[in-house]
């Protein structure tokens, strides 16, 4: 017993010095000084008569060093990364996906923004200032910004009202000379319009958005037909809710139309019941883009 009591003694002491030292050296660890990049919004650019509006809503920037992930981080930033030296600095602008702030992702839409000799100091801040554009794959494959003659959306059978354009200059209108204007009220209390073209689109799991502005006090459904042989499917993609300033919003497609791979064609549709306390309700839309790469 006594030859145990000393064994242990032994032992515990022997292990002193070298969780002591153990200690030391964690306490003593420096993770090093940062070289800090600055970015308070990253800028996009559009051919519009071919691309549509440039106006985004970058909210994130995701940021990789040597093909190496620092990180996602909300805009304005300053982010800290732990390189000295030249290096290959690469920026991805991000989005709320279907609006949600917890699905943000970069856009797989938009470029990235290179810089390939970046100088990386330690202790200092430098601000860069990027700017992105659409890959040359994207394609683009409706555009309704309500600025020409007719409305490519064609209101249902079912619907109780129509969708008008807003007078040029005013303050329902978002860009351009007119944006699009649905009026809801107890007795026009349903409004339903689909895109007047079909399209054909990537069911096997090509990335597909459609884009949009809009305002509105209250629920939007955007959804999809697709017509196979023998019937049309309505399929809800998304329930918009009530935004009382103007809000853009990429709203994936990509799954609900791999659901309907025997398809022979889409429609996307736009639906609304009336529904708010207002005596009105007032939907506004402008610049939709449907578009996959």
């Known amino acids: 017993m006594r030859m145990t009591k000393v064994l242990f003694k032994f032992l515990f002491l022997s292990l002193i010095p070298v969780i002591f030292f153990s200690s030391c050296r964690k306490e003593n660890l420096k993770p090093g000084i940062p070289a800090w990049i600055t970015v308070d919004t990253i800028a996009f650019q559009t051919v519009y008569v071919d691309q549509g509006t440039a106006m985004q809503k970058i909210t994130d920037v995701w940021v990789f060093v040597n093909d190496q992930s620092i990180g996602a981080f909300q805009l304005p930033a300053t982010i800290p990364i732990l390189k000295e030296g030249t290096g290959e600095l690469r920026l991805e ?44 794959t994207v394609h683009f494959v409706w555009k309704e910004d309500f600025d020409a003659m007719s409305v490519s959306i064609d209101t249902t059978a079912k619907s109780k009202t129509n969708i008008v354009l807003t007078e040029p200059g005013s303050d329902e209108t978002f860009q351009g000379e007119h944006s699009g204007k649905i009026v809801l009220d107890s007795v026009h209390n349903f409004y339903e319009g689909a895109s ?68 022979l064609d889409f429609k996307i549709f736009f639906g609304a019941v009336f529904s708010t306390q207002d005596e009105q309700a007032v939907i506004l839309m402008d610049n939709i883009k449907l578009i996959y790469r």
């Open 93 to 136: 602008a991000g989005i709320m996906l279907n609006g949600i702030s917890t699905t943000r992702l970069p856009n797989m839409f938009f470029k990235p923004v290179i810089y390939e000799d970046f100088n990386f100091v330690p202790d200092s801040t430098v601000l860069v200032s990027p700017e992105t554009e659409y890959w040359e």
């Open 196 to 263: 007047f073209t079909a399209f054909q689109l990537p069911t096997n799991g090509k990335p597909v958005f459609l884009e949009m502005n809009y305002k509105c006090n209250n629920m939007l459904v955007v959804g999809i037909f697709a017509q196979n042989t023998s019937q049309i499917i309505q399929q809800p993609v998304i329930f918009i809710n009530p935004k009382d300033h103007w809000n853009k919003i990429y709203i994936n497609l990509t799954s609900e139309l791999q659901k309907h791979s025997d398809a």
